[in-house]
């Protein structure tokens, strides 16, 4: 007798069912947009450059006319933190919403049903052919999906490498077989997950290896929008002929077609009740309302709806969670706003020489030297002047007090500061360096560091 006991059962493959409705037009439109962007973007020019580029090698990363430098990183981190509000405030108040029309995963999974639809056909087509011998005709299906879904990836994995390398010199190196071995690599790693994801695992990404379907039940509450089954008006259910009444019968609006189910892109029946699987995609509810249409019978046994508007409870869309999140993410986003409006062209940095305290100069004075390192944000070359101030009588020499900050580069300018030795008490005070740009005056960086006087 074998006692052994099955822990893992393998999975069936998912078929999702064709399906018409205003959540389809919704999803289509979402997935072509959301792809054009992806794909078209690295194609944009902006003056002589690519529009979007994150050069590496250099450290600088254009987004149209904005140009980052790694001392700007905090703005990628008050981007990612409006992400993750952006993420609660969407699910306390509409569930998974994301899951089902934006992510990238529900996405590129959308392509990938689209391109074996055209290779296999229908739902019905394809379960077949995958029960089917190999012949002929299913072996060119296949070859013709698996050459699609291939061709995809790779340009996937092509489009992701020319956000980071020049595309049109990316395109240009392919051709040439010039490529390097790390753009080599990236794009075959992001072409194979692309495959991966999106192919092969599909549900399997959402069901098992999403974190976010984890925690999202510490973000809803019973007035979060969900998709959800109308048990009270659904049961008990049972099949009966079209255009029957509804009184003429002891059976609830649901006829048992399984409808929902078979469009569900995560393979759950909706009809037991609100699943972590449900991606909130609203498949099922296109299926439903067709099906309730053809019965004579209103739609939404299967709707967005809350727990509470279920029971017959007053429901709340608008509450304090919602309210908090909303304001603070409308806070982040205009403080993100105003911070790029704002954001200074020039970056000044000083270090002191180490080696050196300070110099007793023929003269009497005391001297410090300084390093300085001015960042030109623009694409543009600025002529700036040095000042600098805090004690009496500071001079710079003048080989610093004018200089050219080249376009998109960091220069390094050698200061030397005077001060007569009388001029404060020995020891270290605090001054401050500005540099301004001689174009336009309201362009300008500060600096603060100490300058070091012989004690008494």
């Not at 639809?117 to 190999?134: F, H, M, N, V």
């Not at 809350?306 to 509450?319: Q, V, W, Y």
């Not at 270290?428 to 012989?454: K, N, Q, W, Y």
Request: hydrophobic share 40%; proline share 4%; with cysteine.
């Amino acid at each position: 007798m074998d006692d052994t006991t099955t822990l893992y059962v393998s999975a069936e493959k998912i078929h999702p069912r064709e399906v018409g409705g205003r959540f389809e037009r919704l999803r289509t439109f979402a997935t072509l947009a959301l792809l054009g962007i992806y794909y078209v973007t690295p194609w944009l020019r902006w003056d002589d450059r690519q529009a979007v580029l994150f050069d590496l090698p250099a450290r600088r990363f254009y987004i149209f006319d904005l140009t980052f430098w790694p001392q700007d990183f905090f703005f990628m981190a008050w981007l990612l933190i409006i992400a993750g509000v952006s993420l609660f405030f969407v699910t306390a108040l509409a569930g998974r919403m994301w899951c089902g029309y934006a992510c990238p995963q529900t996405v590129w999974t959308n392509a990938f049903v689209w391109m074996e639809r055209i290779a296999e056909g229908k739902r019905s087509k394809r379960i077949k052919l995958d029960k089917a011998p190999w012949t002929r005709e299913k072996l060119l299906r296949k070859g013709a999906k698996q050459l699609m879904w291939v061709t995809f990836a790779l340009w996937t994995g092509f489009t992701f490498v020319g956000y980071f390398t020049p595309i049109l010199e990316l395109g240009h190196e392919i051709v040439t077989l010039n490529m390097g071995g790390w753009e080599v690599f990236w794009v075959l790693f992001y072409s194979f997950a692309t495959y991966g994801n999106a192919g092969i695992m599909r549900e399997q990404v959402c069901k098992y290896m999403c974190p976010y379907a984890r925690f999202q039940s510490a973000m809803f509450d019973r007035d979060s929008l969900i998709v959800s089954y109308d048990p009270g008006r659904g049961e008990p259910r049972g099949s009966r002929k079209r255009g029957e009444p509804r009184e003429a019968t002891p059976l609830g609006d649901c006829i048992d077609c399984t409808l929902c189910v078979q469009v569900c892109p995560t393979g759950i029946d909706i009809r037991e009740g609100l699943q972590y699987e449900c991606i909130a995609c609203a498949a099922c509810i296109d299926a439903c309302d067709g099906v309730m249409d053809k019965m004579g019978y209103p739609r939404g046994l299967v709707r967005y709806t809350t727990e509470n508007a279920l029971e017959g409870k007053r429901s709340r869309i608008f509450r304090p969670r919602t309210a908090v999140y909303g304001v603070l993410l409308t806070v982040l986003i205009a403080g993100l706003v105003a911070a790029l409006l704002t954001r200074n062209e020039l970056r000044l940095d000083v270090l002191r020489d180490r080696n050196a305290l300070y110099r007793e100069l023929a003269s009497g004075q005391i001297e410090n030297v300084y390093t300085l390192r001015v960042t030109n944000k623009t694409e543009i070359d600025k002529q700036v002047s040095l000042a600098v101030d805090g004690l009496p009588g500071l001079t710079v020499d003048s080989g610093a007090a004018s200089f050219t900050a080249k376009a998109g580069e960091l220069t390094t300018v050698a200061a030397r500061v005077q001060a007569d030795a009388d001029s404060a008490p020995g020891g270290g005070h605090e001054i401050r360096f500005t540099v301004r740009s001689t174009a336009d005056p309201d362009v300008s960086a500060e600096s603060a560091t100490r300058f070091f006087l012989p004690l008494d």
